[in-house]
């Protein structure tokens, strides 16, 4: 397939990267029913790391198996799929080719104390030998660790993209001077997340939809004297958009907690309104039965595709 | 021996891994009376570093002997043996390519203050050195070394693998918001444990027989909505398999504290039929005099052969 | 696209590579107009360094420039573009992600006196930061260099592999005890090359049609006895693809001198027919005017696709 | 199988090595027919790179796929496989832990000018991705690269022992002041080959059967003088056997060029009553249909175990 | 001087070492008036570093040159000595060759807070600079250190030992679980000590002489429940020798804290007794003036001579 005109934009924006990084950039965005629309919609497994197998899979129990995950990011014509060392291994040599992956480098767990930190659990080498086309990583804005964290995703990013490959954060404003809870997806934290990680470098930056809470006091203060629009979803993914370089990197939303269908839909539609690059729904996809999954899958792109 | 259709279906699950590890996988498949059955049962002795010497050997004072642990677990026909370094080295040159062996890389101790951490005590090349087929490791998912334990195996795993190394986890959870005690057993934190393991990339899992309880509230609530069995051990060993990539990654499960043999063997039926892999049998063994010791040995064994 | 049956065979063969490489693979089998055919049509270009820019461009000055170059493989929708660094630099950017590349990492010139050996002049890392599938090598068997060339080549392509990159080794005996001129084509030594190249662990390898030929007087006496069939080159070519692990290697033949289109599509119908996997056509494309090429390299795509 | 004295005893000569070492040469040593005797037959394949494809596989074209070389070696009960880097690559994953396999690190070509070098095609670390029990490499002694190849396996021998691979010399002398032809294989020239492998730090030494000619005149005296018997084969295998280390080495001879076979089965009971450690036969098994083949290697096999 | 029978049996136990690490061995054991008898009378003078000059010499100012304790140490006919970096330096050249010397690589100081930790204040390169037999080392299990320091004995035994020097391993646990005082030489945490230098490596193993308590409550029910027998100073030093690998470890005892005559020479009966390798010496035999020390240590010779 021919690059479009609107992947040829989106590279322009990514003025200073090398032709490897453009060109991972371009299997993602040129990948599955989306190819070409600049829109992407990624299947993320890491949940199990940070949640457990049970609560993860055991709604849909095919989904232990990894192969099931590559193949459920395949038939649903998905752009990529991104997930731990572990489970992108237990898949690679089948699905060799077949699907743009990334390399999920670090993942949180459930058991420890509060302290919001990650363990790094993989390598650059790991995802050049997987062929990945980049690497995932979270960090916590606000935690005790972020300092660490954006240190550990400054190298790693440096790495992956003198190889060649394209670095996505996820970026999850957590403790530190962020309420708890409903802090976490205000719409100015949500905002600021998006603005860090396009200042650490990120390539693709993953966040959470935002509610049009703010949480900050200083920020209140400006949102209200600029009266920034929040009053809808799209206003506000609008607004988190601008923030990550006047749309120019690539943002896409994370779906969240299993929810009712129509709600996350009306939800899509409001990201793809507000001009959001794309969504990473993991735990609404691969907990469904997959019939349900497929289905869903198939409207959320057809909302990005402009056909729903 | 020629190489069985089961242990070429195992070596199949490890599609990511070089033919190098691979081979490691099939000297410890194909090696004693459990040759070719896919199941494994191990000797493990690093209890000495952990509790102390007299709580380890006293009652079966040959044991302090290295040499006698490499014998027993000849003589009873295991699939190998695993242990610390300067044990096995007491022993490598004697039985030299008559045992595989797995070199345990960290070690905790009993007199060091509650934090749950362990020395890394050997490294890659000592393995090498020794002639092991492939590097043991234990993490304590919830505690606050959780994180640096598991970037140690990360680095660890990947120059053994490297090397055509298999990499073992022992993966046992403890303290942070893992319950103290009856926690550490629960079903829900012993198939997290395993799920993590399998996603850090190890290749063989141990973990402890599981118990019907829960820990986590959040897990809780799943595995009553889902209604997973918990009923029997059978049962619970089919969930933790499951956990870990739906069967495709080797779990043996200890033996845990010293126990009556009826009740381990009972136990270890139960591990069978639930579909595990096999038993890390250590103080239940080399705590016995080696008669005993050999006759339960031979009953684990027939079990696992479907004889008993 | 779906990877295709073909192209999962053919990724069968390199059973010993990771993922990353068998993805790179992937890019290569699966793009252009013969994606999944399992065959490949690939545009060299480093005559310029080797027989000097006017011997190569001034028939279709527009070649001089490398975007003719990279345009001219996207347009005829060929497998790949194999170049020297600068000139896949100049065009790596413009170009990113639309099209396969192969890094030519070493280059002879026709300035050095006689002794027949090439310059490395790229690296690994440039093929990561152009973002190519790949790097490729010229050997000489024969020549007084051939082994250091060797172990150049063992060291790229074992750096290359390890990052997921495909290794390509262009296998051309002259000098040494290959007879000058007729020698090089003669089927015992083409056939030796293409051996060589697979022992060494090439990917892919290039080879020059071979003649019906016989060079060295102890190959005479093997293919005489055996009656090894020479007589067409479809027979040839069979051979060849024979002493290339028994057709479990990539072998694309070069088109040679620049010559008349029907013997050069009668040559491509016999390497066809005889099992090749296919073509590294560059003077005879990028010397003619755009438009002739682009018909040629239609017509050779068509018999590579049985079309004709 | 458990370790035979005969094994331990081989063992207790390699007294300097490591336990790895070791472990490596058991592997070796107790697989296949052969197993715990003492005695070895190896399959090497390394003809095509020196002369060429058909030249080695032309009279039984089966043996042009890698898969029917690790297959005849499996099937014929022999102790273990040696080739270079793509045809070991190209079964490695299929043949995984069922075979010892000895990658052999150099190899000549017959296209090379006069001067007898050889290139290294492969790396120690190759070996341990690949699962290899060891690594093999060729010496010229006497010819003008023998220093530089000495100097080479000196340091891949060290680096192959430092991770548990054993190290085996092909000591072939040539050119300088050996006879061209007859003078190769002189008594005195192919002990003296043996002996400078040992002091090299073989751990198993390839020559080739000697005749009774003396090739050096300073040696012809003392051999003269000492009346160092060479009336038969067998007489001049227990020489040979003598100046490895008084047979504390092991040394097994190659097959040479093909013969028939009755010729082939004497040599070789020759060498059996001479002391040496087995043979290494590669023409006269894969240049035979397979049939024939596995029927010469059971004789020789037979031969060994003094059964026939 | 010949080797003995009993220092041929002491090098069995180390088989997992090189010929380097047991020639050292040998050095130590074959050297002063108990050579060869497979006992050891050693000088440590670490004390300065870790108490002041002061207390450690003023009762014998001359003590306060480096060359009287190497004087002293060959004047005695004792073993070897183990001393800091600068202090083995001044008298390395002078006493080149004359005694064999073990360079203490971490020494505490009384000045920092309580954390029980040591600086590592020399390197293996010093060790071989100076020619030493070896290097030793000090682990506090038990401390919050004692991780970090047992993954630095890991590093420099390794190194050491790679470059035929013999590591001891200075095993001293406190804080922690050890109860401060008395719990640090209860009978269950010295052998626990001595366990786990062996299992970390250690060629010699120093601990001090246990007394009859115990400290863990763990370790009081086994050591009641088995009747292990601590009666008497010997039958706990035997019990500690059993603790490191059934005695196949040389383990020496220091002298402890500054004591009468007769209660030392009584003590050390006892280690004699009780199979103990021998005696670590050092503020018993330096803070007295010469004469007197002489004929301590002749004193301490001749015991372990059996003839006192």
Redesign the interface.
């Known amino acids: 397939?021919?690059?479009t005109p609107k992947v040829k934009e989106i590279?322009s924006w990514y003025e200073g990267e090398?032709?490897?990084?453009?060109?991972?950039?371009?299997?993602l965005l040129?990948h599955g029913r989306l190819a070409g629309s600049g829109k992407l919609v990624i299947l993320p497994v890491d949940q199990?790391?940070e949640?457990?197998?049970?609560?993860s899979?055991?709604?849909n129990?095919a989904a232990?198996?990894?192969h099931?995950l590559y193949q459920l990011a395949l038939d649903a014509g998905l752009s990529g799929y991104a997930a731990?060392?572990?489970?992108?291994?237990?898949?690679?040599?089948?699905f060799?080719?077949?699907l743009p992956t990334i390399l999920k480098m670090n993942?949180a767990?459930?058991?420890?104390?509060e302290?919001a930190?990650?363990?790094?659990?993989?390598?650059v080498?790991?995802a050049?030998?997987?062929?990945?086309v980049g690497v995932g990583f979270t960090i916590y804005p606000g935690s005790d660790a972020c300092y660490d964290m954006m240190e550990e995703i400054r190298d790693i990013g440096r790495e992956a993209k003198?190889?060649?490959l394209i670095s996505v954060i996820w970026s999850y404003p957590r403790s530190g001077k962020v309420s708890k809870g409903a802090g976490e997806t205000a719409l100015d934290i949500v905002s600021y997340a998006a603005h860090m990680a396009a200042l650490l470098g990120a390539n693709i930056i993953k966040v959470k939809p935002p509610t049009d809470k703010l949480d900050l006091d200083a920020a209140k203060k400006v949102y209200e004297a600029e009266n920034i629009d929040r009053s809808t979803m799209a206003a506000r993914i609008r607004h988190v958009m601008q923030c990550a370089f006047a749309g120019k990197r690539l943002v896409v939303f994370s779906g969240g907690e299993a929810k009712d269908t129509e709600g996350l839909l009306n939800e899509i539609r409001q990201i793809r309104d507000g001009g959001g690059s794309g969504s990473i729904i993991g735990r609404n996809s691969f907990r469904r039965p997959k019939a349900e999954a497929l289905d869903l899958l198939d409207e959320v792109i057809k909302i990005y595709l402009n056909e729903a």
């Open positions: 397939m021919q690059i590279l090398s032709p490897g990084v453009k060109g991972s950039l371009v299997r040129m199990g790391h949640h457990g197998p049970a609560r899979f055991a709604s129990p232990y198996d990894p099931y731990p060392l572990g489970m992108l291994e237990q898949g690679a040599d089948t060799a080719g077949q993942s767990n459930s058991l420890a104390a302290g930190d990650q363990a790094v659990t993989a390598s080498k790991d050049l030998r997987l062929g990945c003198s190889h060649g």
